[in-house]
């Protein structure tokens, strides 16, 4: 089988999707081909396709980006639209989070929001404070949408393609450093369905719950461990919310301890939802308290050095899960 | 100027009166206590939204604001579910899940009502972006106020609506007041339509009170948008005649500008024009006194409905897939 890249495959589910429904299109600053197709290339070789109509490049105009996938999804559309950095939501919440997360609810279920918004981010590329935050946590918190992330090729090519399907709106979470991973292609139609989990490796010992690129360090350092006798069950969530709590319950059940690790700041993150809600449901189950990893509690900064210090350290994650399990 | 049709004149003033005693009617209900809700009075602003909604097809999108009686009655919700929804029941257009500030009602093209100032401008962007895709003919119209030309949405909507020639019109309904600021403390340039120059768009400047203006104006702009020539903006002047919402504070509105506003109120005016055009004070009369009867029974409709059950609280907020 053929190996594509995230970018690819990407691509892809995106060209597969508009040319099955002519409702599909997408919006975003660069993302025709006269612009190049994209500054990550995800769009690229699409509007030639297509037509500028349906790759509509747009001003740098976050809000009138959202807005209009929003206002182009009540009317029975499918937009894919672009905010080229996740940083850049801080400018577009009020279409977010007030419009397309609340209309279908607000409407009494007369005009859901089918739309995607495709954003990208990640910690390490140098890009420093306000080009590399992770801030799924501020759209898990507002009811009326999924939030989603890749951690691989081929998840991506499913994920876009299940997000583009879904009736209410998909926040899609790209990593930069993720866009190179290739995985064998699944081939076209391929769709991993929304809010659910998988098991990205089986353990017995902990449960380590996490998405995105943290998922490769998880995996890194869960067979580093395998060798010293400690089994790591490895959960990649796919959907961060709302996440397959069937899925990471059941692991924790099994191995009776856990440990949530995210790039974004550790404080109110994620992982604080997911251990609270382990620690409610799995009690009788736990031998030890969960714990959460996640970056450092201030702005990403800019010199290679800090910013590596900034992320969550493999070497941390060795430690905290030794502690757990009682090895440390 | 060409004399309005005699029939789209009545439409017109029927469309004005039922706005108007809508109006009427729910601040009285308020007075006597009879419902405790919010409500954004749109006395003063009965014509401009009637002469809007009667300019364009029954299938026309329309994104207004918190302040939107005028548009949603006047482009026709069934007036039982309009106050079933304002009153909180299950039989409104939203269930009660929306209220005063988020009547939606997609079957006569009231897509969504917004009660974030400036928000509807880039939504209703999208709106008529899928209609010029889809080539389905329709033109979208989104209303807001003078207070919301200076949101950054505005800016964004403006400029992304002239560069595709998306067939919308934005219609600011120029009040005089954003929230409790008056236009001039708010605005240091006289008017909002003079910006759609900076876009390289249409804009017309109108009074909201005159019909002979407001109408022909609006008739012009959804020509210009549904034959692909772009979007225009329209500012009509006119006047918030009550405080931001029913009971809120006005003292801050001037008692000389309370004598202007009287003396430019679009319904004397309206009916003068009427009569000018040979419709009969009895006409005019057994109009308002079927709107009356019609909306009295949508009160008691509404009244006596059904509040939504409490489980409606888990639904609707994602598709359910189970």
């Not at chain 1, 639209?81 to 607000?106: S, Y």
Request: glycine content about 10%; hydrophobic content about 40%; some cysteine.
């Amino acid at each position: 089988m053929a190996q594509i890249t995230m970018t690819q495959a990407l691509n892809l589910a995106i060209d597969e999707a508009m040319a099955e429904d002519d409702g599909v299109f997408c919006l975003g600053e660069d993302v025709s081909d006269k612009q190049g197709g994209g500054v990550f290339k995800i769009t690229n070789g699409l509007s030639k396709k297509y037509g500028e109509n349906r790759i509509r490049a747009t001003p740098i105009s976050e809000t009138a980006i959202v807005g209009a996938a929003v206002g182009a999804a009540l009317a029975g559309q499918r937009p894919i639209c672009e905010i080229m950095l996740m940083n850049f939501v801080g400018v577009c919440m009020d279409q977010i989070v007030n419009h397309a997360a609340k209309l279908r609810f607000m409407s009494g279920g007369q005009t859901p929001c089918p739309m995607v918004l495709r954003t990208t981010t990640g910690v390490g590329v140098g890009f420093g404070g306000q080009h590399s935050d992770m801030l799924e946590a501020w759209f898990a918190h507002v009811a009326g949408i999924h939030v989603v992330t890749p951690s691989n090729a081929a998840d991506a090519r499913g994920l876009m393609r299940a997000s583009i399907d879904a009736n209410d709106p998909v926040i899609f979470i790209e990593n930069i450093l993720c866009y190179g991973l290739q995985s064998e292609d699944p081939g076209p139609g391929y769709r991993v369905p929304l809010g659910k989990a998988a098991v990205a490796k089986e353990g017995t010992d902990i449960s380590l719950i996490t998405y995105g690129r943290t998922v490769l360090d998880a995996l890194e350092v869960a067979g580093e461990l395998d060798k010293e006798g400690i089994s790591v069950e490895v959960i990649d969530l796919r959907t961060i919310a709302p996440y397959d709590e069937a899925t990471v319950l059941a692991s924790v059940n099994k191995t009776g301890r856990a440990i949530t690790l995210h790039e974004a700041v550790r404080p109110f993150g994620t992982g604080a939802e997911i251990a609270a809600n382990i620690q409610e449901k799995c009690w009788d189950n736990l031998k030890a308290p969960v714990r959460r990893i996640g970056g450092t509690f201030s702005a990403v900064p800019f010199a290679t050095h800090l910013e590596q210090a900034w992320i969550p350290q493999k070497a941390d994650l060795v430690a905290q899960i030794k502690a757990s399990v009682g090895k440390g | 100027m060409a004399e309005i049709e005699r029939d789209k004149l009545l439409d017109v003033y029927t469309r004005t009166m039922k706005v108007n005693r809508t109006d009427e009617k729910f601040r009285a209900l308020l007075m006597e206590g009879k419902v405790a809700v919010m409500y954004y009075c749109v006395r003063g602003q009965e014509l401009v939204s009637a002469a809007a909604m009667a300019a364009l097809d029954k299938d026309d999108y329309v994104v207004c604001t918190y302040r939107g009686q005028g548009e949603q009655t006047a482009k026709g919700i069934p007036l039982e579910k309009w106050w079933g929804e304002c009153l909180g029941k299950e039989t409104g257009t939203c269930k009660g899940k929306g209220g005063t500030m988020h009547i939606t009602d997609p079957d006569t093209g009231i897509m969504v009502t917004t009660g974030v100032v400036g928000s509807g401008l880039p939504i209703a962007n999208g709106l008529a972006m899928a209609s010029q895709n889809n080539g389905d003919g329709k033109v979208t119209l989104v209303s807001f106020g003078d207070g919301a030309a200076n949101i950054g949405g505005f800016h964004e909507a403006m400029n992304m609506a002239q560069l595709y020639k998306l067939p919308i019109i934005f219609l600011c309904q120029n009040n005089r007041y954003g929230e409790h600021t008056k236009f001039t403390d708010h605005t240091d340039s006289p008017d909002i339509s003079s910006r759609a120059a900076g876009y390289g768009m249409k804009g017309l400047k109108v009074d909201g009170n005159n019909v002979n203006e407001v109408y022909p104006a609006m008739e012009e702009a959804v020509e210009h948008a549904r034959s692909g020539k772009g979007p225009v903006l329209v500012e009509a002047m006119c006047y918030r005649m009550m405080g931001h919402f029913f009971g809120s504070d006005f003292s801050y509105m001037p008692p000389e500008h309370l004598e202007e506003m009287a003396k430019e109120d679009p319904l004397p005016k309206l009916r003068k024009v009427m009569l000018e055009r040979q419709f009969t004070e009895e006409e005019l009369d057994g109009i308002v006194a079927k709107i009356d009867a019609e909306i009295d029974a949508a009160v008691e409709h509404a009244l006596a409905a059904d509040l939504p059950s409490t489980d409606e609280i888990y639904k609707d907020v994602l598709e359910d897939v189970s």
